[in-house]
């Protein structure tokens, strides 16, 4: 059974940061890209970033671009999402997402729960 | 980037009606196109993927069509069940994009 289970979530201060994680096993984890996606409270989904399944390619959204660093530990079957210069928009439940494809043209066929991040001072 | 708008915003339905929700894209993404099914609280379920291709388990009463810009979601007859948000995505080149989501009510 394919299990995603995010964790690292918080509060936190404007301009901190927060290192999120998402612990994933059932598959094979080294062949998929794993992305992160997030909603806002009561908002809809928005796509933040993608990293390939070796690692060497990574893509993200202009909303996060400089502030964010996706990576992974194959090793460890484990994606993390580093976050810094955090903002109040940033604020959302951050979702990791499996993708049916190594890098490009997947769609997303498991997530996790979700961890929250709540950006305020 | 390649933005996904949805229609309409918010459907209001009966168990047994047939509804559809409409999704366009600003430039073709041939058949990458993706739809989910989120409820209150939880992660999204995907539904359909490559336009028209439905996920292994999910009711025959869902389905999906289109290709190039235009994209539609359809439930043949409503059940309980479905009253959720329904959201389309892009999957043809990145960033990927969701549309802004269609939330199905009760009538």
């Known amino acids: 059974e394919v299990q995603l289970v995010e964790s690292g979530g918080g509060f936190v201060q404007p301009g901190g940061s927060l290192r999120l994680s998402c612990a994933a096993s059932g598959f094979t984890f080294s062949g998929f890209a794993m992305s992160w996606v997030r909603q806002a409270p009561g908002k809809g989904l928005e796509w933040v970033s993608v990293?390939?399944?070796?690692?060497?390619?990574?893509y993200y959204a202009d909303s996060v671009k400089g502030r964010f660093t996706i990576s992974r530990d194959n090793s460890k079957n484990t994606l993390y999402l580093q976050m810094s210069s955090l903002r109040a928009e940033d604020t959302a439940l951050y979702f990791c997402a499996k993708s049916t494809s190594s890098w490009s043209r997947g769609y997303f066929d498991y997530w996790g729960q979700g961890t929250l991040v709540t950006v305020s001072s | 980037d390649i933005q996904m708008t949805q229609s309409p915003s918010t459907l209001s339905a009966s168990v047994g009606d047939r509804v559809t929700i409409t999704c366009r894209a600003s430039?073709?993404?041939?058949?990458?196109l993706a739809w989910y099914q989120q409820k209150p609280g939880t992660a999204p379920k995907l539904l359909i993927y490559?336009?028209?291709n439905l996920e292994s388990g999910v009711p025959s009463t869902f389905s999906g069509s289109g290709s190039g810009t235009e994209f539609t979601l359809t439930i043949s007859s409503l059940q309980p069940d479905d009253f959720a948000a329904y959201y389309c995505?892009?999957?043809?080149?990145?960033?990927?994009?969701f549309g802004q989501g269609t939330k199905l009510e009760i009538k």
């Open positions: 990293i390939s399944y070796g690692g060497g390619s990574t």
């Open positions: 490559k336009a028209s």
């Open positions: 995505q892009q999957y043809n080149s990145y960033p990927y994009t």
């Open positions: 430039q073709s993404i041939s058949s990458w």
